[in-house]
């Protein structure tokens, strides 16, 4: 059971963090469900199935991967595919706050689902998806930034 | 004057944590002023009088303890009502830097009403009705996140 | 080219924090370009003209100023305009971590851009354009909080 | 019982954000006492009976004002006073995660007594005796950082 | 490889914050060694032989945990028995700015070793081997911050 | 005057992230003093002159660059040299907090003299003159952390 964890997140895109986070995790696990969540609240750039194709195409040299899409509670779909562990990324600079009240959250809702914390490369510690999104949006380089896939698909989404 | 203080929020909706703080304060205090707002930006979940009716509904066993509505500005409210402290919750995780930007502002306002600060429990320190609503709109568990009379609301608010 | 630097932000409206940091700016920097940002995002109480407007009033008595209206990334800007050095201003309470960010990414964008922090003033230090205009929607008293022009300009914003 | 307050503090020595938090409290309390406690680990400044001089003869102008010293447990002694309530500052700049611990830690040991938090002016925020100490050490100016009293106190310290 | 993680810490004295990592750790990784280090800089309360042998005791009743002393870089450690797992706690109050910069200090040492951070229960996240020595220095109560025999070990120290 | 900056600390020893910011202090003063300071409090490793001349050897090749010894307050240090700028580094992780204190004291010692903050690059975002003499006490790898000169004179404390 401990083998299989769980990297959930909206990846509106996916960055280079996230995958940077993917493969730390695949050193550390036998298998990863990456899910890709629903988007609460505001509307996000990427439909569902565009961001869980993005992730799939990505991923797909990993056969340890799998990518699939959750809608409702996290805890409950780890349960249900009888994991134990949400992975998460940490990064340098800020987020530390978010992830601790969300894996509190979790916690409370599940007590056996553990969250575990993987720390992304410096490199990659100031990438946020909506930094991301505001550089492609001025039609800034995003290389470094995000996969040339993701790339492809931010021209696309902000030349329309 | 000391004795009355106003407790001031959104209440969106009211969580234990904000009734663990209203008990903390009652142990402080003479008598508490408990001060719904009108929520600024975004829209609330709750009507301001859904919202009013259920921390009256809640708080109806204090005798010390009276709901209001305000609109205007907090330090305004607190001093026509002959009072000069607000009072506020601490999570152990976060809020601190939105508190005390808070507190200055209201101070630059009117430097006679002073902001005291209580802690909240360990236990709920990772709650927030923002996060409570989400957990709520996918139907997990609210157990120990909210009161029973606002878990009902909740599910009221999402069925339809 | 180190004597030019580039004061960026959306200025929604500017604050006397920012008027703060412009003439802390100036004691360092011998010519300054106040840029004022389109509002990416949720929209801005004031238009980009309104805003560059109330800017160049409120600094033309210094004519080592010069106020514009960027739009897209801030480096290229800077860049083009043969600077090498953004502003910002670093306020003692919060703001660091999104600073932090923003820099890295302008440094990642060109790295030949250098981020210089100026700290504003420790009564300035709680002034954010969205708290100033929550405190006038509501009619608030804005002494001390921005520049008398702006106060003009907010009270006819809030009182259609 | 709820009127009286304890604020507890290695005061090594007293600085004007000390006062300014005395000061605030005896707006909030009817009975303060200042409990100047002997210090933890490194070796104070001042010896307990200096700083407890000093402190005294600061508040002697207050008649709701007792000071004293503590040796043990701070829950213990404000316990054993009949009182319920610990003062401590926050200070608009850091401190905010030990203070949160310690309170945590005396909640642990006596779940009935309450600590409030007051906010030091801005003017205090980045005032520590720490800080203070180090400034004395080298003849630098203490106008604004301590009261008179501890001025010619550190003047004779570090002369000697 | 990936199922030996190594927990390293000073562990002066181990508190129950320690063992729910350590507990935590163990639905993670099919084996865990507890690396107790030499303390750098300040003198320990306790030997490291002291300390050894009470996170010995603790943890006998696992037989997936063995206990070492470790006095060289963490990471020559790890790698020299096979690992490539570091594990840490994060403590929900402050540890995460000195805990980042450890793991990437030993990011920087040996790029193949991760580390893993697990988060304490929301009650141990106010516990810290300093706070708890200087509670047992005064005689406090010690229920719920150590285990009995840390406790007794803690007595003898302070009434010698 | 504004052409020329003070760098201060205690650079004990100077590390790669301290030549960083000297470097792109050049980029925005015509002239830099660093200034080693005396280290109040806890012992330094590297005596004062050694920590000059250091400092002293890698900055030789700057001929903008003077090194020099204060023992002083910083601010009069700056003033008596005719300077008005006090250049600091801010790490990407911690150091913010105790970086305003220190310059909000420096600005109430001497209200004109500004502190400028530049940011290291994320590479040396974790490197510390104390976390760098940890590493070298246990013989660990200094590659990256600091430059070659300084990489003999700790081998040579450390094996004495």
Redesign the interface.
Known sequence: M?KLAVYPGSFDPITNGHVDIIE?AL????RIIVAVAHH?GKAPLFTTDERFEMVKELTKKYDRITVDKI???T??YVRSHGA??IVRG?R???D???E??????N???DSEI??????TS??H????SS?VK??A?????LD??VPDLVKLKLKEKFSC
């Open positions: 401990r730390r050193c550390i696990f036998d609460h809608s409702g509670l805890v409950d134990r562990v940490l340098a600079i800020s530390f706050e978010f601790l009240e969300m894996a509190l959250m916690r409370n809702l553990e969250t575990v914390f993987l720390m410096l490199q510690s100031y990438i946020r930094l505001e550089v949006s001025v039609g800034g380089c470094g930034l």
